[in-house]
């Protein structure tokens, strides 16, 4: 009789204490896993080879997380990636490892200000955090006003993303550029519409535009 109380205690115990203990953001482990990203990606997430390597820093964590599953389950098709996201490399807590470490990584638009006691490395790896993506041509005024009306429902209104919805500021626009092509093409379904949903409905000039304001504003808010 007095087993089940006791054994019911344990048991609740147990499970209470598994729930309340959040999982900590595991810094060293996201550091070191993204040793291996970095070789694609650059140290600091910033990406690299204009674009070719997207910038991962900053990017929102429900993202990446959804992304990084989506390549391991060969929905995005990524072929350098493939090798680093198969299961045995990338099972589930190191996606959250990596994702939440990449999510805090911040990269100043300007050189910080230094201190009169900072040392020449400490003043050259802040530099290197630096990350500006070149302007590009287009017509700013109509880039803002279309992804005012048609993208910053999803991506905010200063294009930083939220949620599982992408940052687009501060990203490669070569990159960004490739991705609106294979959405295009419904090589990656973009939102609920499917394939290309929303780009599917305006003109290349629209994106053009779209893509040079982005570039227009990165200098505010950090
Ligand atoms: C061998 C090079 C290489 C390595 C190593 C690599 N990546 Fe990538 N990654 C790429 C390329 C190339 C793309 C762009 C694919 C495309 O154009 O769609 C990419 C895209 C991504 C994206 C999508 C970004 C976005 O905005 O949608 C994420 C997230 C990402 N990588 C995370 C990682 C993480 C985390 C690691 C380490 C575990 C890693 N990558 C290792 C080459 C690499
Ligand atoms: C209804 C919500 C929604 C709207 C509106 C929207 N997007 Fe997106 N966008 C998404 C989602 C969700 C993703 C990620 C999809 C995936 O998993 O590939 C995305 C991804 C992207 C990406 C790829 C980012 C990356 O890092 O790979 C680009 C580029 C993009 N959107 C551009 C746009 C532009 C430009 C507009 C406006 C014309 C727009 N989006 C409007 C939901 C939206």
New binding site residues.
Partial sequence: MRIFPIRFFFLSFFLSAAGVVAAPVDEEKGKE?NG??A???GEFGQGGKRG???R?AG?RAAY?KD??KSFRARQRI?I??YP?TQERE?PDEDIEA?ADY?AAIQLPTKPPAFKAGDDALTRLRAMEKVMIVPRVEGNLEHGKAVYQKACAACHAEDGRGRGKF?LLVG?YTN?LK??VDSYLKGERPHDEKGAGGILNTLAEQDIQDILAWLTSIQDSGQ
Avoid: F
Wanted: proline share 12%.
């Fill in positions: 896993i291996v990203c070789a694609c990606h070719e390597y997207p991962i990017q990446l992304q990084l990524n350098p990636m680093y990338l990596i990449l992408p990203q990159y490739k991705q």
